[in-house]
């Protein structure tokens, strides 16, 4: 048996069977089955009703939905009623999509060879598609990886992360109740074993996953040949603040991104590249504002940042730090373990650029800013890691901006905005180690079909 526990309390929260090998052979058969039987493929007027019903059924749960988002995975209350609300307009994004995948014509008769001749491509859905989720958007993702797939005619399994696999199964459970007949979706609680199991088998026509980069290109490594894969892994988001930058817009900005869900987000705001003539000022005023930041319980409606999702977490964010400031880095506010999960939201000045809090994805409440005094050596910080995902410059002068989103190496540059802004019909994903595929509800639909080209030939034409 899965025990799920509160990561702010390590309460109990439920306990679920672990599904093993059988269950995993089980659910591939079924949805292999159900792919070559194109008697069973649901029409697309079916899949929009079955969608738009889900979307019923949520908009009439979001206070149950955010509080099993927010107990198991400890992001507080009021963002994980934003997550539940984003989830929602995500699977009305899918059933509006439906009707804007389609083909085109090729254009024949253009040489000898080709005359008498008509052509046109469709979009058919690729097959099986396998997903792999994460802890940190409990809901969320889960609708980015099942909902794109059941939109599109692919039967999907899901696996959700073993810390928060509550509000996964309340959500299947919500699509059978819309009308989605058995197989089309099914979740799988498994452990690495048979979750490899599930990923690697050569029924398996497309593969999607949200986790660590380590995993995530290992998979894919194994993955059967001809299986389309998509994954999204974490990122060390750089902000360059150039001297005209405007505090007052900035600031909150930066807060936020760099605290919401205690910094659990592949795009969080981590390091920021300041001119030296505000560096101090603004890392101080950034300091003062965390500070005055609630940690506590995620269901609680005051609190501002939640637990880690695991006490290892907060070990492994104490220790960066503290090799940090041991090597030169100033603590501004911060630096301390509240409990076994919770850590105080922490802003470093000027850490070694060699330390792990420079160099690695932190996934913690931690921000570092770096002064420097030629924007171009900055960038060139910036990119020097190989994880790229999203960026950010604040600036109120348009050719640096954009000369800047020029320079910087990630998929989307923000400009006056922080680095984990994002909404779901945007295209989202990583590049170079950050992952591979682009993400976004229309985005991941049109990755989960392939096009077929029908060419009919008549003298008649």
Known sequence: MLKVLSPYDQSLIGEIPLDGKEEVENALSTAYDLFLD????????????????????????????????????????????IEVLRAINGVRLAAEHISQLNGEQIPMGITK???????????????????????????????????????????????????????????????????????WCQSLISDNEASEQLVLDDRVNYFSFIGSAKIGWYLRSKLSPGTRSALEHGGVAPVIVEKDADFDEMLPALVQGGFYHAGQVCVSVQRIYVHESISEPLANRLAEMASKLVVGDPLDETTDVGPLILAREVDR???????????????????????????????????PPEAKVSTLELFGPVVSVYSYTDRDVAIKKANALNAHFQAAVFTNNLDVALDTVKKLNATAVMVNDHTAFRVDWMPFGGRDVSGIGMGGIQYTMEEMTRVKLMVIKSNKI
Request: charged share 20%; with cysteine; net charge positive.
């Open 113 to 183: 060879s080709s005359e008498n001749r008509i052509a046109f491509t469709t979009r058919e859905p690729i097959g099986v598609v396998a997903s792999i989720s994460a802890f940190n958007h409990p809901l969320n993702l889960i609708i980015h990886q099942t909902v794109t797939a059941i939109a599109v005619g692919c039967p999907v399994i899901i696996k959700p992360a073993l810390t928060t696999p509550l509000s996964c199964l309340a959500f299947v459970g919500i699509l059978k109740e819309a009308g989605l007949p058995p197989g």
């Open 317 to 351: 964010v104490e220790q960066w730090v503290n090799e940090a400031i041991e090597s030169g880095a100033k603590l501004l506010c911060g630096g301390k373990r509240i409990s076994d999960t919770c850590y105080e939201p922490t802003v470093l000045l000027n850490p």
């Open 38 to 81: 194109q008697a069973k493929w649901i029409p697309a007027h079916e899949r929009i009703a079955i969608l738009d019903r889900t979307v019923a059924i949520m908009n009439s749960r979001i206070e149950e939905l955010t509080k099993t988002a927010a107990r198991e995975g400890g992001k507080p209350y009021k963002d994980s009623k």
